[in-house]
């Protein structure tokens, strides 16, 4: 069996040659994950020259197909030859076969953006709509699907509740994630109906945090060259330029690694904020990643970016929040959750949430870069909402 893979903008063709059975399962399954993790929206079968099928190598594909198929993927067979046709009749599975189908035309308001990497970024909604940023202290905070959030959080109700159970939190998509550093792993609330009005939608305690709301001004897809990794701070330097000034952002995808720290007690008992740490108050109360933690897993960032020229544009207490990250201002958290395809078809911001609620959570951190390790969050490929929040349009 030899299998050839043919990549183009939002498809992956998959050509099969040989005999698709036993021997060769393992072969195909790794040739079908693979073009599931590219992030295309489609992948096509070509079997024109495949000789012979066994049930082993049909459920083989059966199988990527409703993988493929839960993360709004769309996997067909575009080629195939009459004997494997009779084949798949039988099988009942000759709705798999298609020859029809149609690239869908490219939007003339795309704007790209990356460098060395590919991105495009297009105008959803309002483009020039602005959403609200504040920074909120002690009280609780409401989620929808169109407010997110990084921060010290607690998954509780009252301020009562959460003493002593703050740690690293994330919210997006109507989802809030939360390692608390009294607790072995990460925990979340998801949005019991999505789409639901707001009284279904969850909440939690927010010691310090950012907190974002308003609908995505821009949205789109982001991928990696074989050469070229995608690093945060370079991730949100070019949305910010496309945009053209200050941003909030949500981007989902696989991940190269995460980096960063996370509380080792709850932050309500902490002496003084990080910033005002010296280095014995920093190692009691902060664990640090040696090293950009599971990659090839999915991650979830939320950010607030902005360009050091702009920053006058922002509230004070909000630029305040902003670290020096080279080119522009940065605070970001990051979360990683089990490995789930993000392809090209995924659109609602409601799919961060659906990520961070659905997946199996690995770590929530405070996102950092170490410029003498060369240590840094990075991004391979996903999906991107950008919200502007201020500054030049």
Known sequence: MKITQRLSDDRVLLVFDGRLDASW????????????????????????????????????????????????????????????????????LDMLVDTAHMAAPARDDTRA????????????????????????????????????????????????????????????????????ASAPRADCLASSIDGAPPEHYVGFMALD???????????GHFERTALDRITLRAFAAALCEVVG?????????????????????SPDGWPSPPAAMNAEELRANLRFAGDPMHAGESLAVVAIACPKAAAHTLPAEIASELVDAGPLLLHAHAATVSYRPVTRATDDIAAAGLLLGEQPLRSVMHALFDDRTNHE?????????????????
């Not at 399962?25 to 495949?50: H, K, M, P, Q």
């Not at 945090?209 to 949205?219: I, M, Q, T």
Request: aromatic share 6%; proline share 2%.
């Open 377 to 393: 969050t990075c991004l391979v490929r996903g999906a991107v909402w950008a919200m502007r929040i201020g500054g030049a349009r």
């Open 245 to 265: 000034g200050p941003i909030a952002f949500v981007a989902i995808g696989e991940s190269g690694g995460a980096f960063g720290a996370w509380a080792r007690t």
């Open 113 to 180: 953006f990356g460098h060395g990497w590919s991105g495009e970024l297009a105008p959803c909604g309002d483009g020039l709509a602005l959403a609200t940023v504040e920074r909120v202290r002690g009280a609780r905070v409401e989620l929808d699907a169109h407010t997110c959030a990084i921060g010290h959080f607690a998954l509780a109700n009252t301020a009562a509740d959460a003493h002593g159970l703050y740690g690293e939190g994330i919210a997006a998509g109507g989802t809030v994630a939360v390692l608390p």
């Open 209 to 219: 945090a950012l907190v974002v709301r308003g609908k995505p001004a821009f949205h």
């Open 25 to 92: 399962s393992e072969a195909a399954a790794v040739a079908l994950e693979g073009a599931i993790r590219s992030g295309r929206t489609r992948i096509e079968l070509d079997l024109a020259a495949v000789s012979f099928i066994t049930s082993v190598g049909i459920g083989t594909i059966v199988r990527a197909y409703a993988r493929f198929k839960s993360v709004k993927g769309t996997l067909a067979i575009v080629s195939l030859n009459d004997a494997i046709r009779e084949m798949l009749r039988v099988a009942r």
